[in-house]
């Protein structure tokens, strides 16, 4: 699989700035990423035998031509909030083909449905199949996780909408589902529904939404006093939603990682691979400087303003910082777990019970609290805010937004940059 055209956008503008330091990889980091390739390269293996074993017969794929609003699938699970009315219009509007690809796989009965706004179908099977094959990949990885009690009956309606995630023409919008999200589920059901509705970035949101389908984050904790904590760093309007920015961090990571196996030549080499999750993990956290920091802006903020106690910015932040969704978990605590992202792996490969499982405890919920209480004021992390901060400055004062390219980097608010097409 190729990055995608927007991919390979942003790394070109990201790999002529030097606002993030390269890091170099502890022994303990790649032992960690080392575990991950071997598991990712038996899952493909897994994969790659059924495919040989059942030959046309694995997908049982079944293709039908949407005619009408009413043979356009709808989940079973439904909500309007989550599910922004723009979107549901567009696809009323644009869908064309519906594809359900059906399994029985993992103790587990699989439906995954590709709603989609292509009219040449037939010659875009093999890149259908090709995401499944990832899908399933990651599922194999997920089944050693996660119980297996969740999921039981496991539906994943994936609506291929050309809508992106981008800012709004004014400040005056408040940054909303409409502008940052693109999926929703529940919590480990016995009979669940994952619901992706933006082709941008789906394979990483389908990673983060199973973090919360498979019970792998906290979600159903009880995160009152972490989260007072957090406020008491960061004094905002937000709900925080600490479990969201676990789940966004290993979907982020995760994805680097599979886009690091499928780039490698020898995918026995480990070598190549470690040497591609770093150029990868790099450019991801280079980029979560600066959708951070053009957040920020939008809303007329600076990072320091967040949890600065100065005059000035305790004014601005109670003014001007205002989010509908969770903008704070996604572009804010994200980050500060991402840029040191070998610490929170060796973080969660001491705290938790499985290195991708958090161990749901009150002690461990505190711990989670005190990493980034440790880590949002770095001088590390300080140094890539100011940087960005100048850079997307310079980018503002030469009123080139006319230009496309610049533009769509200065308008996305997409959370990765490695996107398979």
């Known amino acids: 699989m190729k990055l995608t055209e927007n991919s390979e956008l942003i790394m070109s503008f990201l790999s002529k700035k030097n606002c993030v330091s390269q890091v170099n990889m502890t022994k ?50 439904y909500s309007d909030k989550a599910f922004p009315e723009k979107v549901r219009t ?4 644009n869908a064309t083909y519906l594809l359900v ?12 449905k590709f709603i989609v706004e292509d009219e040449m179908i037939n010659n875009n099977i093999d890149t259908y199949n090709r995401y499944v094959d990832a899908m ?17 009956e496991f539906e994943v309606y994936l609506y291929f909408t050309t809508l992106k995630k981008i800012l709004p023409e004014t400040n005056i919008s408040v940054l909303s589902e409409n502008n940052v999200n693109t999926a929703y589920t529940t919590t480990c059901p016995k009979v669940s529904d994952i619901v992706i509705f933006r082709k941008e970035e789906w394979f990483k949101v389908f990673m983060h939404e199973t973090f919360h389908n498979f019970a792998l984050d906290f979600s159903d904790m009880n995160v009152e006093n972490c989260t007072k904590r957090i406020l008491s760093i960061f004094p905002i309007k937000s709900e925080v939603n600490l479990f ?19 780039a490698m030549h020898d ?20 980029f979560g400087f600066f959708q951070l920091v053009k957040t920020l802006d939008f809303m007329g903020l600076k990072y320091k303003d967040l949890y600065s106690n100065n005059k000035a910015s305790i004014a601005s932040r109670e003014l001007l910082y205002k989010e509908n969704t969770s903008v704070f978990s996604y572009y804010v605590l994200n980050l500060i777990l991402f840029n040191n992202y070998q610490g929170f792996l060796a973080w969660c490969d001491t705290n938790n019970f499985s290195l991708l ?3 749901k405890t009150t002690r461990n919920l505190d711990e ?34 006319s230009n496309q390219k610049i533009s769509y980097l200065m308008r996305n608010m997409r959370m990765t940059v490695c996107e398979l097409g």
């Not at 567009?90 to 509007?93: E, G, M, Q, S, Y």
């Not at 690809?101 to 995954?112: D, G, H, T």
């Not at 969201?244 to 499928?262: D, G, I, R, V």
């Open 28 to 77: 303990k980091t790649k032992q960690i990423l080392l575990k991950l390739y071997h598991e990712i390269r038996i899952a493909h293996d897994y994969v790659s035998s059924l495919k040989n074993k059942k030959g046309s017969d694995f997908y049982n794929l079944k293709i039908t031509r949407i005619n009408n609003i009413t043979e356009i699938p709808r989940p079973r699970l």
């Open 90 to 93: 567009h696809i009323n509007d």
């Open 101 to 112: 690809y059906s399994f029985s796989l993992f103790q587990r009965k699989i439906k995954i």
């Open 136 to 152: 399933l990949m990651w599922m194999y990885i997920l089944n050693d996780y996660s119980s297996k009690e969740c999921s039981k």
């Open 244 to 262: 969201e920015a676990y789940a966004e961090f290993w979907a982020e990571f995760m994805n680097s990682l599979f886009c690091s196996f499928f």
């Open 267 to 286: 995918k026995n080499n480990e070598d190549e691979f470690l040497s591609n999750a770093e150029y990868f993990l790099h450019f991801e956290r280079t």
């Open 357 to 359: 499982q958090f161990k």
């Open 368 to 401: 989670f609290c005190n990493y980034i209480e440790k880590n949002y004021k770095t001088k590390n992390m300080l140094d890539g805010v100011i940087c960005t901060e100048n850079l997307l400055a310079k980018m503002k004062s030469k009123k080139n937004a």
